[in-house]
């Protein structure tokens, strides 16, 4: 499943739709060389282990790879605590969107009833860090800032890691500003929705 991104030679992997320990456990035996794993022993020829020139890849390279699990579906945060029990996960990120769906919420995602499901889940990841002794161990809780969910209050709920954006939105936004500045160019006095739709054009009649 995960060998050929593997082989690519990241530094760390997502796996999403989590749903149970034996899932988790799975996509980290997809990382691991027998007999630990099942990852195809073709690091000779591969791309992260500079094609056999690197000769301690196999020595580091379970260490170095960053292992994410993504816990999106209620089954999923009811099995949360499980997940992230499971030797090798990294970090445990719950997705908002496909949770508030998988909860009939797919049009009023992480509303209160959302919020509440994700408490639970949050607080059995972090649970399994403070009693590992100093609160260091465990696996990282990680998540998404949406509108009605803060990176602040995220913050405060003692999530390690957050995404503030994805690559397309950001695009999406930085192409609906430019069509935005060169509208009100053409037309200073008009204020134009940033909402726009962005393949409309501006028809300029030649005198």
């Known amino acids: 499943m995960g060998q050929k991104a593997l082989d690519l030679g990241p530094q760390g992997l997502i796996f999403s739709m989590i749903d149970n320990p034996d899932l988790a456990q799975q996509a980290v035996s997809y990382c691991r060389y027998p ?63 496909d949770l508030s769906a998988n909860m009939g919420q797919l049009l009023d995602p992480v509303n209160d009833k959302v919020k509440a499901m994700m408490s639970g889940a949050e607080e059995a990841v972090i649970g399994i860090k403070s009693k590992k002794g100093n609160g260091s161990n465990g696996p990282y809780l990680a998540g998404f800032a949406m509108q009605n969910d803060g990176p602040n209050e995220l913050r405060a709920r003692g999530y390690n890691m957050l995404s503030g954006g994805v690559d397309i939105g950001l695009y999406r936004n930085a192409a609906l500003d430019d069509v935005k500045r060169f509208k009100m160019g053409l037309n200073p006095t008009r204020e134009i929705d940033r909402t726009a739709d962005v393949s409309s054009f501006v028809n300029i009649q030649s005198k």
């Open 35 to 97: 007999p630990n794993g099942i990852h195809g022993a073709a690091h000779p020829i591969v791309r992260a282990s500079k094609y056999g020139i690197d000769e301690d890849y196999l020595t580091t390279c379970e260490n170095d790879l960053f292992l994410m699990c993504q816990v999106e579906s209620m089954e999923g945060i009811r099995n949360v605590k499980e997940i992230a029990a499971v030797d090798g996960v990294d970090c445990i990120q719950i997705g908002p969107l």
